[in-house]
């Protein structure tokens, strides 16, 4: 039988393989697009009630078969990042802020003194492919703690390194959001190591976000602050993420 993944999946490789029906549905006013939005809090309601806190599936060692395929960008080239990732990143510094009492600026080596989780896991793109790695960080929920979220706070808001777009108006940096459920999940993780050495720059080096019940894109690389707030009309277009701004789903559940 067919699990819900690999259903999903199926599906939004045939969306991308060419099925001219669905061309519009990226355009702000389509009907497809209206429809699709419709169906997304259904389909996080569902999720999580058949769910709960369930885990995603988890692997062995011997099911990692090959190096976790980068995707997106891979090598940001911010004048910043540059001479981070020259230094090792000993100079990275992690900003969570916004709707919380206690703000927080920590290092790479503030973050690998924290409880850490290590997980394998399967990583599903909406392109279709899949890939098994064994990936190391602090939960999430740990960081959040530690900051102390005011009682408004619905959402983390993720601010990145790399610029996706350029143009006379400016550059567009990466940025991702979850609420605080997926946040607080325990297989949520800002992961700072990949099948046990430091995380890659092509995987997001220093630090990248794991929400491993949702797709791919929803998992921001080079990650440099968190943001928690109680809206997310003011980011981007007001859709909650760089690729639901542009038609893909906020929620990306599987």
Known sequence: MLDRRRLLLGGAALALSGCKVFDSATEPDSRLRALFAGHESLTRSAQRAVMGDRLAPEFSEADIRQGQRPNGSTDPDSADYRRMAGSGFQDYRLTVAGLVDHPQSLS?????LLPSRTQITRHDCV??????????GVPLGTVLDQARPKLMARYAVFHCFDAIERSLSGEVFYYESIDLIDAYHPQTILAYAMNGAALPVANGAPLRLRVERQLGYKMAKYVHTIELTDS???????KGSYWADRGYEWYAGI
């Open 108 to 112: 790479l080596a503030d973050l690998t």
């Open 127 to 136: 392109e279709g492919w899949s890939c098994i790695a064994k990936w190391q």
């Open 232 to 238: 997310l009309v003011d980011l981007g277009s007001g």
